[in-house]
């Protein structure tokens, strides 16, 4: 995308009032720490802000990035050619009703982290959200890729989304029928925006779920690493773990440059301070190739990969 692109781009768009950043870092406000900047770079506070910058989108075709926390993006070293745009602190918040024959209706931004929301509930004495306590994503993002884990994920709780479109500008409710959430994945496309998720939990005890917390922060201690990381590099096959088929296949340790793999779960890649993008991936290029070399299965990237990447992308 041409620079005299941008330009045009971010004056329409500051001349609604809405900052621009340019040459905006944003491989730091990934979970990985590293990777290069998005062209221009916008925080959006509300959903009429969200439909002002879809106007102006539209207008001049740039290419959208939505970061959300960046807990699942690797962004290239050579950076994003686009406007990437990511959710403020008035799209984050929690409001937990009154129980209601047992239910408990949840109102969550976009822009809130899982953990909050889990650790929220939990404290409100509101059970079946603890399993996201481990998850450092944004309700918007888990919402699009269904996240999950210990036996859990979006799709056993939400009720339905309002989202808008920065392709086409539509400002819509969604149920979660109408999202046709799966196995890290649903109908929502990367330019789609959540900006509130509805949540139907049920009345429980405080004491039990906070409880859960503690036991669910303990494992994950236990047996994930901390770190310069995004979770799950790869999804599940059917009926496997990828982090057994990568152990499996040698890959537990491997290095390429500043890029390793977890010796303490083999589906994670750590990042050196400093290191490179562009190793993350052709780490990843390399543990896809160990496991379809030794075990015939072919590995699907959980973590999402944007520009150009020096050495490939599996």
């Given at each position: 995308m041409s620079a005299a692109v941008i330009d045009s781009f971010t004056r329409d768009l500051a001349a609604t009032g809405q900052p621009v950043g340019?040459?905006?870092?944003?491989?730091?406000?990934?979970?990985?720490?590293?990777?290069?900047?998005?062209?221009?770079?916008?925080?959006?506070d509300d959903a009429e802000a969200l439909l002002r910058l879809a106007r102006v989108v539209a207008r001049h075709h740039v290419a959208v990035l939505v970061v959300g926390r960046g807990s699942n993006l690797l962004v290239a070293d050579g950076g994003f050619e686009g406007v990437a745009v990511q959710l403020g602190e008035a799209l984050s918040y929690v409001d937990i009703a009154d129980p209601d024959g047992g239910t408990v209706d949840v109102r969550a931004g976009g822009a809130t982290s899982l953990p909050v929301v889990?650790?929220?509930?939990?404290?409100?004495g509101v059970e079946g959200f603890e399993w996201a306590v481990g998850v450092p994503g944004s309700v918007g993002g888990a919402v699009?890729?269904?996240a999950g884990g210990h036996g859990s994920d979006m799709a056993s709780s939400l009720r339905s989304v309002r989202v808008v479109s920065l392709a086409s500008g539509d400002d819509v409710e969604m149920s979660a029928a109408d999202l046709r959430l799966d196995y890290r994945s649903s109908a929502l496309a990367s330019?789609?925006?959540?900006?509130?998720?509805?949540?139907?939990?049920?009345?429980?005890?405080?004491?039990?779920?906070?409880?859960?917390?503690?036991?669910?922060?303990t494992w994950r201690r236990r047996h994930q690493p901390g770190g310069p990381n995004a979770g799950s590099v790869f999804s599940n096959p059917p009926g496997d773990s990828a982090g057994r088929l990568v152990d499996i296949s040698g890959g537990r340790g491997l290095r390429v440059g500043s890029a390793e793999v977890s010796t303490k779960h083999a589906n994670f890649i750590q990042a050196d301070p400093g290191g490179s993008a562009d190793d993350v991936a052709?780490?990843?290029?390399?543990?896809?190739?160990?496991?379809?070399d030794h075990a015939g299965v072919d590995l699907h990237p959980e973590t999402v990969l944007v520009g150009e990447f020096a050495k490939g992308r599996p």
């Open positions: 340019r040459d905006v870092p944003i491989g730091p406000l990934t979970t990985y720490r590293v990777g290069g900047p998005a062209a221009a770079f916008v925080v959006v889990a650790r929220r509930t939990a404290a409100a699009r890729m269904n330019t789609d925006v959540v900006v509130e998720a509805r949540l139907e939990l049920r009345e429980g005890d405080r004491e039990v779920t906070e409880q859960h917390i503690s036991e669910i922060v052709a780490l990843m290029v390399e543990m896809a190739r160990l496991v379809r």
